[in-house]
């Protein structure tokens, strides 16, 4: 994809799942949470230039350390969110002020993260920031879920006579 295909991909994603969060609704726990993260990580391994060959060691470094930071602001950002039970069943959730610091955070994260590549001159496509994504989205998708899998089925009352 172009630079500017990249960019746009990448904020429609930012948005659509920012817009997501911070709305109250309703959560499906049997629903495919991972089917966009895995497209998103997908599209960051289909490219063959996802590591700098020229600094092949300072770019693995980088690439990894990306991904253990975004599966921690993934799990951060999995708790964040207030969660309920409904009392027909349904689980609900909604975004908290926590959330938007969370998402301050990880952008604050990914900036610097990239302002350390461009320090040790390591090329760094969008590609790798689709795989960070993917995998941030995943890690949050799975918190998310198991926490709604944890929740107390709702108490009924069987009132006799």
Not at 40 to 64: F, M, S
Request: aromatic share 6%.
């Amino acid at each position: 994809m172009t630079g500017i295909a990249n960019i746009l991909v990448i904020l429609v994603v930012l948005v659509f799942v920012a817009s997501r969060q911070l709305r109250t609704r309703k959560i499906d726990t049997e629903r495919r949470f991972w089917l966009l993260p895995l497209i998103l990580c997908a599209l960051g391994l289909a490219d063959k230039h996802l590591i700098d060959p020229a600094h092949r060691a300072e770019a693995i470094g980088l690439l990894a350390a990306s991904l253990v930071v975004v599966a921690a602001m993934g799990s951060v950002w999995g708790w964040t969110v207030r969660m309920w039970r409904a009392g027909d069943g349904t689980v609900w959730t909604k975004g908290t002020v926590a959330t938007l610091a969370a998402w301050a955070g990880m952008i604050a994260v990914r900036i610097g993260l990239y302002g350390l590549g461009a320090t040790l001159h390591v090329h760094q496509d969008a590609q790798a920031l689709y795989l960070t994504l993917g995998v941030l989205l995943l890690v949050r998708g799975a918190v998310v879920n198991w926490r709604a899998r944890g929740l107390d089925a709702p108490h009924t009352l069987n009132v006799v006579g």
